[in-house]
């Protein structure tokens, strides 16, 4: 009888410990997901100390910019939310009342890369700025280095512009200084705040490209961060079984065309525009149905891409990657060759149209009408994974343009305009 004791007492001996285990394993689950969540995710309270941090540079009279009133003074920007900027730039959503002429108020975005004290200085310690001559020829050296920037971006001719630093800043410069009660102050706090902003390749790009209408629109600046048009984005059409909603066929074929529209566009600019993370997220869309390049970080101009490709050495192709702008392996020099294998398009189709998961309907283009089912399944297939080159297997390559040609007629027919 006792051995019966003391099994029994041993089992739940056991089974105590047991639970024990699984209760402490659950615990740490918790703690580490939370600890991760955090890690991963903006706060509001980080998110308004960023807010804060910037207006008591600007109180202090160390930064400037178009907007740095209204944020700081007259409250008519207002926080709202905040993205998981942790591992990206810093992305808040505000609210502005005085950003479009007729006082009606929109959701704005406050974009800004590094961390307010990490900001890109102009060292000028060597300056002494207390005549008016002095303070001109160093107004005419930035003006150089501002040049210089757009050019880095582009090989542009920046001579058409008369005014470059307004034209950078999207805030009258002269005006400024003229506003302003100590010239001296001002003409560093400025152009400070400029360089700050114009070290920023998005921000620099926006102001190159800000004719197109896929450009978001700057509505003004405040030292480094800069205040963009708020779109929805592409990331909304994604993962929609998920989230428990769906978007029409007709509406997604019709932003699918747009997207065609688009890169068709970047490949005709005077230099072509190439687009390195092409991800549902990183595209905008306006209620008109227009498309828009939200994060052009890593957007490239063709030369700049050859350039990046020609640094390279190499054993295998993904070496040569620069993102989604896919290079090729030289294995006789070990050297990346100075030529994208693939083409923006093929990256849309991969990464925006078929999806992350290829065998899941993920993808803007998931779940078409059944008359279109087959022969779309099989340009998507054309689009994302060309097989052009023979010798060139295994690498990603350029969408044919008869492809583009018959997916936009497909698409134009589901959606019954043809
Ligand atoms: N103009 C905008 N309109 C709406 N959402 C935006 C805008 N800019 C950025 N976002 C949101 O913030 C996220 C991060 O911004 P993004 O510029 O892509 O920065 P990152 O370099 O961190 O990817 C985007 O994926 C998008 O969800
Ligand atoms: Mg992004």
Same mark, same amino acid.
């Given at each position: 009888m006792a051995i019966f004791r003391w099994m029994r007492r041993r089992v739940k001996c056991c089974c105590l410990s047991c639970c024990g285990v699984m209760v402490f394993i659950v615990i740490s689950l918790a703690l580490f997901g939370r600890h991760m969540y955090k890690k991963e995710h903006c706060t509001e309270g980080e998110s308004k100390k960023i807010i804060e941090d910037l207006c008591k540079l600007y109180k202090e009279g160390e930064v400037a910019g178009s907007l740095c009133n209204a944020l700081c003074e007259t409250e008519d920007v207002h926080y709202q939310t905040c993205t998981n900027y942790r591992k990206g730039k810093k992305v808040l959503f505000l609210t502005c009342d005085s950003c479009v002429p007729d006082k009606t108020r929109v959701t704005v975005v406050m974009k800004m890369k590094d961390e307010l004290d990490e900001r890109e200085k102009l060292?000028?310690?060597?300056?002494?700025?207390?005549?008016s001559e002095r303070q001109r020829q160093y107004v005419e050296e930035i003006e150089i280095l501002v040049k210089n920037s757009f050019m880095f971006l582009r090989h542009n001719d920046m001579s058409k512009h008369k005014d470059i630093l307004s034209f950078a800043w999207g805030w009258n410069f002269q005006e400024y200084l003229e506003n302003s009660k100590d010239k001296k102050d001002a003409v560093v706090v400025a152009l400070s705040s400029l360089w700050s902003l114009t070290e920023q390749q998005e921000y620099l790009m926006s102001r190159d490209l800000y004719n197109h209408s896929f450009t978001p629109r700057i509505y003004g600046t405040c030292g480094p961060a800069y205040f963009v048009e708020n779109t929805q984005t592409l990331?909304?059409?994604?993962?929609e079984i998920l989230k428990g909603w769906t978007h029409s066929w007709r509406e997604r074929a019709t932003i699918a065309l747009k997207l065609i529209d688009l890169m068709k566009e970047l490949d005709d600019l005077s230099e072509k525009l190439h687009l390195?993370?092409?991800?549902?997220?990183n595209f905008g869309l306006r209620d008109n149905g227009e498309v828009t =390049?939200? /994060?052009?970080?890593c957007a490239l101009f063709e030369e700049n891409l050859l350039m990046q490709f020609n640094h390279t050495n190499c054993t295998s192709h993904d070496d040569c990657d620069f993102f989604d702008c896919r290079g090729f392996c030289d294995t006789k020099t070990n050297k990346c060759l100075q030529e994208r294998t693939n083409n923006n398009m093929q990256a849309v189709c991969e990464?925006?149209?078929?999806?992350?998961?290829?065998?899941?309907?993920?993808?803007? =283009?998931? /779940?078409?009408?059944?008359?279109?089912k087959v022969e779309l399944f099989k340009l998507l297939q054309e689009c994302s994974s060309p097989e052009v080159e023979?010798?060139?297997?295994?690498v990603r390559q350029r969408v044919q343009p008869h492809t583009i040609k018959n997916l936009q007629e497909l698409l134009h027919k589901s959606i019954g305009e043809q």
């Open positions: 060292n000028m310690f060597h300056l002494e700025l207390d005549t990331g909304n059409y994604e993962f390195c993370d092409i991800k549902p997220d =390049l939200i /994060d052009t970080d990464d925006v149209f078929v999806g992350y998961f290829p065998k899941m309907p993920t993808g803007l =283009l998931r /779940d078409p009408p059944g008359s279109i023979t010798d060139r297997q295994g």
